[in-house]
Nanobody, 120 residues
Framework: QVQIVESGGGLVQPGGSLRLSCAAS????????VGWYRQAPGKQRELVAS???????NFADSVKGRFTISRDNAKNAMYLQMNNLKPEDTALYYC??????????????WGQGTQVTVSS
């Protein structure tokens, strides 16, 4: 059983920063790709940023230059640093991970999400 838990969300003023964390625990042998997604009310879930096991990153155009993604493989942890936040960044942020257990079986799993609200 694997559990993915996000944390670090909250209320921040425009121009502020937040750092989201994603912790994966359980029977995990390795984590390959990790992605941060977000879903605003009335909108579809969208990819914000992703990072592969080798460290290659990809960002949505709307967050390029403001967000960075990183991971700590030893801790099975992933992070999303968000700077210069805008009201349009308000959404529920989810962590998604592709991983393999000790039996060699591959999975794709989601966390429950953490709310980010950008407002003055």
């Amino acid at each position: 059983q694997v559990q993915i838990v996000e944390s670090g969300g909250g209320l921040v003023q425009p121009g502020g920063s937040l750092r989201l964390s994603c912790a994966a625990s359980g029977s995990i042998f390795s984590i390959s790709a990790v992605g941060w997604y977000r879903q605003a009310p009335g909108k579809q879930r969208e990819l914000v940023a992703s990072i592969t096991s080798s460290g290659s990153t990809n960002f949505a155009d709307s967050v390029k230059g403001r967000f960075t993604i990183s991971r700590d493989n030893a801790k099975n942890a992933m992070y999303l640093q968000m700077n210069n936040l805008k009201p349009e960044d308000t959404a529920l942020y989810y962590c998604n991970a592709e991983f393999r257990d000790y039996s060699g079986v591959s999975y794709n799993d989601w966390g429950q999400g953490t709310q980010v609200t950008v407002s003055s």
